[in-house]
């Protein structure tokens, strides 16, 4: 049988074709594959149950306070478990950040005196360099905490400085906004430093927050640096993770939630869906690196094991509510005038709530510290830390 030669040349064509493809295929997913397994080795080597070392709980912790994304709470955590402890702290000479929106850099925060060199404890907001390194105590675990972008973007919309968000979008009112995205047929060009604003509290310049390949780049970066991710949607069960972590107890990560806002970004306004579309397509950065640890989070989880979880999880609830009860008075807008100096809030009050203690919570130190307004707490610390003469 003859076979005709322009059909013989097609298939050959055709076999050239599928084994390049072939060839091609298995060097990505190896190439893949050697990424992927490089890139967890930082993420699974944390070790869940405690043996390896030697029960002791660790007192250092690098937590890059992202904004918008319940760090402050976080924060206030931190912030009561040096305290507790009498552990070091990055903190400038005046302010309550880092340096922000300056990348961060080793010669911002205050030197710490002989015998100490390096800080225990980083949570201040900053935005991330490798600096931090420098100035770290090299056993600190790191840390940080992401929320869907989407959320993230209007709560900050919302709450940012006006000025801010006047530049970025030309209004500050989120209907108009929306409503404006919603029925435009132009591109949308955001100018700098407008989205995918996580990204940039981790050090990524703007113009990098929309380059895929960049993006792709910073969260291998990511991973092989940060020990633990959190989630703000899955907040307490990022706190178990956390405690395992650093083999802390329960009281350890109780907390009362700071900073949140009166008008809580919850779900998205059903009447915009071609707005929230592109809001979505402005954070491609966010919504990679959201969507990446999101998947980590929850392998974490189920290597943990969501029984476990569950259970410690509802262990956690029944303190903070024991707590609760027990501290607070009750909950009012950030502008009360009842509010005792020490927790009233500093920065749009108008916007958020606060708590007033309960009689007995007056008189308790843990109450206290708990509903400790941020810049009231560092302030505080800032003069401990001189009074015991680390800085
Ligand atoms: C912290 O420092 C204070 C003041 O020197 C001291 O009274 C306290 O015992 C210290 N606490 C711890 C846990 O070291
Ligand atoms: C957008 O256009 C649609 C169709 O023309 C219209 O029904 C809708 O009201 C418009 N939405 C806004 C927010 O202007
Ligand atoms: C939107 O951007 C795309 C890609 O940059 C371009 O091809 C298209 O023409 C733009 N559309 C408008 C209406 O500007
Ligand atoms: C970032 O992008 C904007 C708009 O595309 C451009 O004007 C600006 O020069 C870029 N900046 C840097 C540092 O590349
Ligand atoms: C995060 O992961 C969980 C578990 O896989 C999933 O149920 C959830 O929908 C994810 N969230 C987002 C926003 O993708
Ligand atoms: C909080 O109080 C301020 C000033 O009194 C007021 O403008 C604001 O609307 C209040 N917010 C809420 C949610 O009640
Ligand atoms: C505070 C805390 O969680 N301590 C634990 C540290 O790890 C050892 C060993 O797993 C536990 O027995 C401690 O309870």
Excluded at 52 to 61: E, F, M, W
Excluded at 147 to 168: A, H, L, Q, V
Excluded at 320 to 325: L, V
């Amino acid at each position: 049988m003859r076979v005709p030669k322009a059909f013989l040349r097609k298939v050959i064509l055709c076999v050239v074709i599928i084994q390049l493809m072939y060839i091609l295929t298995s060097k990505l997913s190896t190439n893949e594959k050697s990424i992927k397994s490089k890139s967890s080795t930082k993420l699974e080597k944390i070790s869940l149950d405690n043996k390896r070392r030697g029960d002791k709980p660790l007192n250092s912790i690098y937590f890059l306070k992202t904004h918008k994304t319940g760090s402050t709470t976080l924060q206030s955590i931190l912030m009561r478990y040096g305290d507790t402890r009498n552990l070091s702290f990055a903190f400038k000479e005046k302010n309550h950040e880092l340096g922000w929106p300056r990348v961060f850099h080793k010669n911002i925060p205050i030197k710490l005196k002989a015998p100490h060199s390096r800080y225990d404890i980083i949570c201040q907001h900053l935005r991330h360099s490798d600096d931090v390194f420098d100035v770290l105590n090299p056993k600190a675990k790191v840390i940080t905490i992401l929320r869907n972008p989407t959320y993230n973007f209007i709560s900050t919309f919302k709450y940012f400085y006006e000025k801010w968000t006047k530049r970025c979008f030309g209004t500050i009112n989120i209907d108009e906004f929306l409503s404006t995205m919603e029925n435009s047929t132009s591109n949308i060009t955001v100018s700098n430093e407008c989205v995918n604003r996580q990204l940039y509290d981790l050090g990524m310049r703007p113009n990098d927050t929309v380059n895929v390949i960049k993006v792709k780049r910073k969260i291998w970066e990511m991973d092989m640096t940060f020990d633990l991710v959190m989630i703000s949607e899955y907040f307490n069960e990022g706190l178990i993770l956390l405690k395992h972590l650093m083999n802390w107890s329960f009281d350890d990560i109780v907390y009362i939630s700071k900073n949140v806002q009166t008008k809580k970004t919850k779900g998205i306004d059903v009447t915009y869906p071609e707005a929230y579309r592109k809001i979505r397509e402005l954070n491609i950065g966010d919504e990679m690196l959201y969507q990446h640890y999101n998947k980590t989070f929850w392998n974490m989880i189920n290597n943990f094991g969501r029984e476990r979880m569950n259970r410690e999880v509802s262990k956690l609830n029944q303190i903070r509510d024991k707590m609760k009860t027990f501290c607070i008075g009750e909950v009012v807008n950030g502008t009360n005038e009842r509010l005792s100096e020490h927790n009233k809030p500093t920065w749009m009050a108008n916007k958020v709530n606060a708590y007033i203690l309960s009689e007995e919570g007056k008189h308790d130190a843990t109450c206290k510290q708990l509903v400790a307004g941020e810049d009231q707490y560092t302030d505080f610390l800032r003069q401990k830390m001189k009074s015991l003469g680390y800085i």
